[in-house]
Each structure stands twice: as C-alpha cells, then as structure tokens.
Nanobody, 115 residues
C-alpha cells in the first residue's frame, strides 16, 4: 500500500488549496478514505472521511464543515480534499489515511495559512 499526498503549501487566510492523495497497492474503490491533520503541539485530528464505492457518504469535523469537501476518483485511485476559506488555525500537516485492516498512512504534507 502506498499513499502519496500533494497540493500543500503556503496560502493567505481566506484562500483555497486542493490536496490530492494518490493510492496504490490495493483495490481503492473498496475502502473508505480519510484525511487527518496534526498541528504543532497537538494530537492528530480526523478532518474528513468518504465512504467506499461511489463515496456518497461523507463526514467532517465540525471545525471544517461548510469549508472543506472530500471527494474521490476511483478511476485515478485518488482522494481529494478541497479546502476553502482557510484560516490560520487550519495550519497543520495533513495526512491521507486508508481504512484497510489496521490502516495505512501517507507521509503527510504541510499546509500553512498565514499572511
């Protein structure tokens, strides 16, 4: 199993970023996928989850509801996190997570929201 995140970086408050996580080594469409984040000095936080197959089921942390959208492309084996109206408190390392057996993590990608 391999998960590779991309799309992070530095953005001003109010801006947008789109994270991608390219998955390989398993039947992507058969598993739920999640995004987590970890801010400096804090624990890892579940941001969003999308169900398997068509991904009709999604769940979000209260802190990102209405601003972030998780989606998936089962042809490209990729899960996305569209982040809008970003705030400084969204600054964190973001991780892709595959809900397979005991779980698999990506390497993480930095998102910094600052003026």
């Amino acid at each position: 199993v391999q998960l590779v995140e991309s799309g992070g970086g530095l953005v001003q408050p109010g801006g947008s970023l789109r994270l991608s996580c390219a998955a390989s080594g398993f039947t992507f469409s058969s598993y739920s996928m999640s995004w987590y984040r970890q801010a400096p000095g804090k624990g890892r936080e579940l941001v969003a989850t999308i169900g398997r197959w068509g991904g009709s089921t999604t769940n979000y942390a209260d802190s990102v509801k209405g601003r972030f959208t998780i989606s998936r492309d089962n042809v490209k084996n990729t899960v996305f996190l569209q982040m809008n109206s970003l705030k400084p408190e969204d600054t964190a390392v973001y991780y892709c997570y595959a809900r397979i057996l005991t779980g698999y993590w990506g390497q993480g990608i930095q998102v910094t929201v600052s003026s």
